[in-house]
């Protein structure tokens, strides 16, 4: 009896070291890089008491396919839950002169906040600041060793995306 109650303790032993061991994947917890940004964003959101932004995974391929082709300056229309959006690049990043950095990211969406604030939408960078962006679309990729960006803005299609 003594020698099957230690089989029994060194099996749990073993079993109890092994679930320990199935945890050490490493990649189970990576939280995407699109994400954090858009945590950014929300964070300078949440600062000047805008509401917070959603990102669709339609917006970021539209953001991708927007990026690919530099010169799309056009509005594009969406539908996200019934309601029609326009969707406009607000910018695209192929030289990311720090803005691998999430404070970068910070500055320049602060940058955006206090330009709608001051009147100075003329840029796109104040969409950020308006209170009707419900939705972005967030592009995030490394290619032959160069991080790529692209960010899309959304606005109910009544509105003017231009005016304040």
Request: proline share 2%; glycine share 10%.
């Amino acid at each position: 009896m003594k020698k099957f109650s230690k089989l029994v303790a060194l099996a749990l032993a073993c079993v109890m070291a092994l679930t320990m061991l199935t945890a050490c994947g490493g990649g189970g917890n990576t939280v995407k890089k699109e994400d954090q940004i858009l945590g950014v964003l929300n964070e300078v959101r949440k600062e000047h008491s805008l509401g917070e932004v959603k990102m669709t995974s339609e917006l970021s391929q539209l953001a991708e396919t927007m990026w690919k082709n530099s010169n799309d300056q056009t509005w594009h229309r969406v539908t996200i839950d019934g309601e029609t959006y326009l969707v406009y690049r607000v910018f695209g990043q192929n030289n990311p002169a720090g803005l691998t950095e999430l404070i970068k990211f910070k500055e320049f969406f602060e940058k955006g906040v206090q330009r709608y604030q001051n009147g100075e939408n003329r840029y796109a960078t104040s969409f950020f600041g308006r209170s009707d962006l419900k939705y972005v679309g967030i592009y995030d990729k490394i290619e032959n060793g160069k991080e790529y960006y692209g960010v899309v803005a959304a606005f109910p299609e009544k509105v003017s995306p231009w005016t304040k």
